[in-house]
C-alpha cells in the first residue's frame, strides 16, 4: 500500500479520501471513441469502467493546517454504484480533527468538492470545520450562485451560500498567495473559476490539480476532455500548460480522482508523458 503521507520540503501532504465515483467511460469521455479505451485498459476498474476517487489533501505547512477541498458529503447525489460520505470518518482515522483546519480552499464548486463544508446542527447549518476560513473561486461563485435556484444546485445553498453569510468565505481571483506555503493557480475551464493549488516549501513544489485532470492518461493526451468540462477548449489549454508546467518545475503531481493516494511524478518514455505513483 502506498503511503497516505508524503512530504514537499518541510510540508506534509495527507491524502484523504470521501469514497468513490463510478464512470462509464463513453459518458464521462463521449469524443474518446471505445477502440481508444482498449489500448487504455490499464487506466479502468474490473467492468471497463472509471474508478474515480473523491480526494481532499490536509498540508501541514508553517503551523498551520489546510483542506484542499471536502468531497461528496453526506447528502443525496446522483451516481450509481459509488460511495461517499467517508472524509470525516477518514480524517479522524489519520488523526486530523476537524478544529485543526485554518484554511478550506476548494478548486472548483462542483458537487464532489464542497460537500463537508457545512453541516446541519441543532436546525441549522454550521461550518463543518468551525475554525476555517474557506476559499472559493470569484469565478465560480458568480457563476455557481446565479444557479442555486435550480434542483440541481441545491448543494450550493446548503454547502457554499451560508458560508458567505456568516463571514467565512473569501473570494479569490487570479494567482493569489492564501498562506505562505499555498498559492492558488487559475486553471479555468473545466469551470470558469477552476483553481489548482501550488505548495512550495524549502525549493521542492508540488500542485494539487483539482480537476484540471481527471484520470492520469491524460498528462499525454492532454486533450481528452471530459464532459463535465464547460469549456472545454479552455480546459485543454490550461492542461496543456499546466502539465508542462509541471513537468519543467519537476513538481509532485497531487490528483483527488487519480487512484489513491493520488501523488505522483511526470516521467517520459519513447516521447510520451507518464504520471508514474510515488
Ligand atoms: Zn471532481
Redesign the pocket.
Known amino acids: 500500500m502506498p503511503s497516505h503521507t508524503t512530504k514537499i520540503g518541510d510540508a506534509e501532504i495527507v491524502s484523504l479520501s470521501d469514497g468513490h465515483i463510478h464512470f462509464q467511460p463513453s459518458d464521462f469521455f463521449p469524443s474518446i471513441d471505445a477502440g481508444e479505451w482498449e489500448t487504455h485498459a490499464d487506466q479502468l476498474a474490473p467492468g471497463g469502467l472509471i474508478r474515480m476517487n473523491i480526494g481532499s489533501f490536509a498540508v501541514h505547512a508553517g503551523g498551520k493546517t489546510a483542506l484542499i477541498d471536502t468531497g461528496l458529503g453526506e447528502g443525496d447525489h446522483p451516481f450509481d454504484n459509488s460511495e461517499w460520505g467517508l472524509l470525516a470518518s477518514d480524517m479522524a482515522s489519520k488523526g486530523i480533527g476537524r478544529e485543526e483546519i485554518d484554511a478550506v480552499i476548494i478548486t472548483h464548486l ?1 458537487r ?2 464542497v460537500g463537508w463544508n457545512t453541516i446541519s446542527e441543532a436546525g441549522g447549518i454550521v461550518p463543518y470545520f468551525p475554525n476555517a476560513r474557506y476559499y472559493v473561486p470569484k469565478a465560480d461563485w458568480d457563476t455557481f450562485t446565479r444557479r442555486a435556484g435550480m434542483s440541481m444546485f441545491a448543494y450550493i445553498r446548503e454547502q457554499v451560500m451560508p458560508l458567505m453569510e456568516m463571514g467565512a468565505l473569501e473570494l479569490i481571483e487570479g494567482e493569489q498567495a492564501i498562506t505562505g506555503h499555498l498559492t492558488a493557480l487559475p486553471t479555468p475551464g473545466h469551470t470558469p473559476g477552476h483553481t489548482s493549488v501550488l505548495i512550495t516549501s524549502a525549493g521542492e513544489n508540488a500542485i494539487v490539480l483539482g ?1 484540471a485532470s ?1 484520470l492520469p492518461i491524460q498528462a499525454h493526451h492532454t486533450d481528452w476532455s471530459p464532459r463535465a468540462d464547460t469549456n472545454p477548449n479552455l480546459s485543454r489549454q490550461s492542461r496543456a500548460e499546466l502539465f508542462d508546467r509541471m513537468e519543467r518545475d519537476h513538481s509532485l503531481v497531487v490528483s ?2 487519480y487512484p489513491a493516494p493520488g501523488f505522483g511524478r511526470l516521467a517520459r518514455l519513447e516521447g510520451r508523458r507518464y504520471w508514474r505513483a510515488l
Request: hydrophobic letters at 0%.
Open positions: 462542483h464532489d468538492h480537476d481527471h483527488g480522482h
